[in-house]
């Protein structure tokens, strides 16, 4: 049989399969990952603000804290050494003689206040915009506008050469066994931290302290960079000033073969 022309034609149907969309998914994917988050946000915290929680606290938040805590130890334990020694001043069956030699060595020890002329040095980093003052010199390096450990040393090793009777660093006096040293542009000093600028407070006569620094290679290097770089450098004569005793621990604490 053949087909009639007058047949009805029918017409095909266009492909309606549903498309894979990827940005369907995406949003999708979005939402399990805030979920996740939120829930293990909840589960960290355990109803606590984690905001503040000192283990996420910046590191030097931590140092400063720890430095405050210091402080206040050695306040306490200088009050309480006081004590001991009042309560020892009272019976403790010493001759004259005794107390004297106790007294000198107390001195000596920088463990008792000393009063006299002073003179203070002050050590500061340079501007951040600093660049060389004078032809011939390099533009500056981050290392050369700040103060280093050998700066500070080379000041108190130039003050006990001048024949300083004590001397005192920011706030604390320093002994026999005290280490200044720096840790970027910071300063650790007995269990303290402290930043620029630096004061050196020294007791003694104040030209022949002044002449030692002056004399002092290692400062006469760092004038270098006062000059081209603008590092921070002041020497004041303070008049008669009290430096503090030493408030701190006299233990030593060295290392020990492992067994």
């Given at each position: 049989?053949?087909?009639?022309?007058?047949?009805?034609?029918?017409?095909?149907?266009?492909?309606?399969?549903?498309?894979?969309?990827?940005?369907?998914?995406?949003?999708?994917?979005v939402f399990?990952?805030?979920?996740?988050?939120?829930?293990?946000?909840?589960?960290?915290?355990?109803?606590?603000?984690?905001?503040?929680?000192?283990?996420?606290?910046?590191?030097?938040?931590?140092?400063?804290?720890?430095?405050?805590?210091?402080?206040?130890?050695d306040e306490?334990?200088?009050?309480l050494r006081?004590?001991?020694?009042?309560?020892?001043?009272?019976?403790?069956?010493?001759?004259?003689?005794?107390?004297?030699?106790?007294?000198?060595?107390?001195?000596?020890?920088?463990?008792?206040?000393?009063?006299?002329?002073?003179?203070?040095?002050?050590?500061?980093?340079?501007?951040?915009?600093?660049?060389?003052?004078?032809?011939?010199?390099?533009?500056?390096?981050?290392?050369?506008?700040?103060?280093?450990?050998?700066?500070?040393?080379?000041?108190?090793?130039?003050?006990?050469?001048?024949?300083?009777?004590?001397?005192?660093?920011?706030?604390?006096?320093?002994?026999?066994?005290?280490?200044?040293?720096?840790?970027?542009?910071?300063?650790?000093?007995?269990?303290?931290?402290?930043?620029?600028?630096?004061?050196?407070?020294?007791?003694?006569?104040?030209?022949?302290?002044?002449?030692?620094?002056?004399?002092?290679?290692?400062?006469?290097?760092?004038?270098?960079?006062?000059?081209?770089?603008?590092?921070?450098?002041?020497?004041?004569?303070?008049?008669?000033?009290?430096?503090?005793?030493?408030?701190?621990?006299?233990?030593?604490?060295?290392?020990?073969?492992?067994?």
């Open positions: 049989m053949s087909n009639s022309a007058d047949s009805p034609r029918v017409e095909s149907t266009p492909d309606r399969t549903r498309r894979f969309r990827p940005v369907r998914v995406l949003t999708v994917g399990a990952l805030a979920g996740l988050i939120f829930f293990t946000s909840f589960n960290t915290a355990k109803g606590t603000d984690i905001r503040t929680d000192s283990s996420l606290l910046k590191l030097s938040d931590l140092i400063q804290e720890r430095s405050r805590k210091n402080k206040g130890l306490s334990n200088a009050a006081g004590d001991v020694e009042s309560f020892a001043e009272s019976d403790d069956g010493s001759t004259k003689s005794d107390d004297d030699k106790l007294a000198g060595l107390e001195k000596e020890a920088g463990t008792e206040k000393l009063k006299g002329e002073a003179v203070t040095v002050t050590l500061n980093d340079a501007p951040p915009n600093a660049t060389a003052k004078l032809p011939g010199y390099p533009d500056p390096q981050p290392d050369y506008l700040v103060i280093h450990q050998q700066d500070l040393q080379a000041v108190v090793n130039a003050l006990w050469k001048g024949g300083a009777k004590g001397i005192k660093v920011m706030d604390q006096r320093l002994i026999s066994t005290s280490a200044v040293r720096c840790v970027g542009n910071t300063l650790i000093l007995q269990g303290r931290v402290y930043s620029p600028p630096y004061k050196i407070t020294a007791v003694g006569d104040p030209e022949t302290l002044k002449q030692a620094l002056a004399d002092a290679p290692a400062i006469q290097n760092y004038m270098v960079y006062v000059n081209v770089y603008g590092l921070g450098w002041k020497v004041t004569e303070d008049g008669t000033v009290t430096l503090p005793g030493y408030s701190g621990t006299v233990d030593l604490h060295y290392a020990k073969p492992a067994k």
